[in-house]
């Protein structure tokens, strides 16, 4: 396998698909020495079956908003890969949602659900509907309208969404009261995030946070280090960036800033529980406003618009919030405010150049497909709980979640570890996840 013949395929095949390209031409530098060492999976053309969906479904959202207007959305699910389980994925509803966008993330999604040791394919799914503004009443007819396409596509055995950007546990609600009308059965394994009361499971809204600080934790253990005490940046402010200003406060580490798509807030004494609890009420407002947490909290928190969470001097740098978000100049005016350290949390939230900045310039980082995998896993474990009918306690979830999180550590660890003894995440977390996925598919014949 040549990286570059493939590349140059992909590129004349999809030509534009930015954010899809870029993934796979990360993952397939990371694999290609030892891809070449197997020449059974060349035999099989793994790679070239890999990297392109199992299938894409297309389609069109209409519904109605509270003027009496009918409006049009696209909507897609995009079903990647299947090797090791049923297909398992977010939905994400936002206004820049392409399927590029969406191929990306199903990509990314089935190296991720390797890694969490639970038997679980690739998905991604969404629409460009945009949920700032809107009413629980639009948001509700839109989901109603989105699931009466997507319905006969999903199940509990083959096909299983949960949330992603814009898509919480409200639109889990919406999107499940559908399903169930539809499909005319009580089957909560077919979507997870859902709500307590009916199917979800403790610790899944906090999971994805807290795992990606395990994850934090285990690297820092690694390389000698501890998290108290650590001044720590995150960027966003939604659900994944609040499970981790949880953990990382409850670890004993100072959050000095969150952001926003209007700007940053530095909170010079560290972010505390009161506005931690707040950033769930900034989240359910869809005003999408992170200066509203200095309105609320003023002398504690600070707003500078136009800025960038990584513009806060800080140890360990945090993106939670959208891919591609940190860029090279931004990992250089890290660097220059003392960090020494950065995990993605959202996927793909450092651009190539950033990456390349930090592995060369000697700050610790772990990509997204292994950091922020404790979302998926416990979505998992949610499949499971909902499978035998049971609920787990929240120390049952978080012991699991903690064993997941510490094995995916130690496989990047085994897989990344360089003749001089560092560890190259990047490299590990891509090849222990691409191994699990491509034995599968060797075994499972060319389908």
């Known amino acids: 396998m040549k990286t570059k013949d493939i590349m140059a395929r992909l590129q004349a ?3 534009g698909e930015s954010e899809y390209l870029q993934a796979v031409q990360e993952v397939l530098e990371s694999i290609e020495e030892v891809y070449n060492q197997h020449p059974e999976f060349e035999r099989a053309k793994i790679v070239e079956r890999m990297v392109e969906p199992d299938r894409i479904f297309t389609f069109r959202v ?10 049009t959305n696209t909507g897609y699910r995009i079903q990647f890969n299947s090797a090791i389980g049923p297909y398992k994925g977010g939905l994400r509803f936002h206004r820049a949602v392409t399927p590029s966008m969406l191929k990306f993330l199903g990509f990314e999604q089935t190296f991720k659900n390797a890694l969490t040791t639970l038997p679980m394919g690739g998905a991604k799914g969404g ?12 948001i509700m007819r839109f989901c109603q309208a989105f699931m009466l396409e997507l319905w006969q596509c999903i199940g509990p055995d083959q096909d299983i969404p949960a949330g992603d950007v814009g898509v919480g546990g409200r639109e889990i609600g ?23 009361t009916w199917g979800g499971s403790i610790l899944r809204p906090e999971a994805t946070g807290f795992g990606a600080l395990y994850f934090t934790q285990n690297l820092l253990h690694h390389a000698g280090k501890d998290i108290k005490g650590c001044k720590v940046a995150v960027s966003g402010f939604g659900n994944v960036a609040w499970g981790a200003c949880i953990k990382a406060l409850e670890l004993g580490a100072k959050v000095v800033a969150i952001s926003g798509p209007d700007g940053v807030c530095a909170m010079p004494e560290g972010i505390t529980k009161e506005m931690i609890d707040y950033m769930l009420v900034m989240r359910a407002s869809n005003r999408d406003r ?12 600070f707003f500078t618009a136009g800025k960038k969470a990584w513009s806060v001097p800080c140890d360990i740098a945090l993106p939670c919030a959208f891919q591609n978000e940190l860029s090279e100049d931004d990992a250089k005016e890290l660097k220059a405010n003392g960090c020494w350290c950065c995990c993605e949390v959202s996927n793909m939230g450092c ?11 000697g700050i ?15 979505s998992g474990l949610e499949m499971t709980q909902n499978a035998e009918h049971i609920s787990w306690s929240g120390k049952e979830v978080d012991e699991k979640l903690h064993f997941i999180m510490k094995s995916i550590h130690e496989q990047c660890v085994k897989f990344g570890t360089q003749p001089d003894g560092s560890v190259d995440y990047v490299k590990g977390a891509n090849i222990a996840g691409f191994m699990k996925v491509a034995q599968a598919m060797l075994e499972q014949g060319t389908i």
């Open 127 to 138: 629409s460009d509907f945009d949920p700032k503004g809107k009413t629980d009443a639009e």
């Open 62 to 71: 209409t519904w109605v908003d509270d003027q009496g207007e009918v409006q």
């Open 13 to 15: 095949k999809y030509p």
């Open 174 to 196: 919406f999107l499940y009261g559908m399903y169930k009308k539809l499909a005319r059965e009580y089957n909560t394994g077919v979507l997870t995030g859902k709500g307590s």
């Open 364 to 378: 610790l980082f772990a990509p997204g497909k292994a950091v922020n995998a404790g979302g998926v896993a416990t």
């Open 290 to 301: 992170v200066e509203d947490m200095a309105t609320r909290f003023p002398g504690q928190a």
């Open 351 to 361: 651009q190539p150049g950033a990456i390349h900045f930090f592995q060369h310039n």
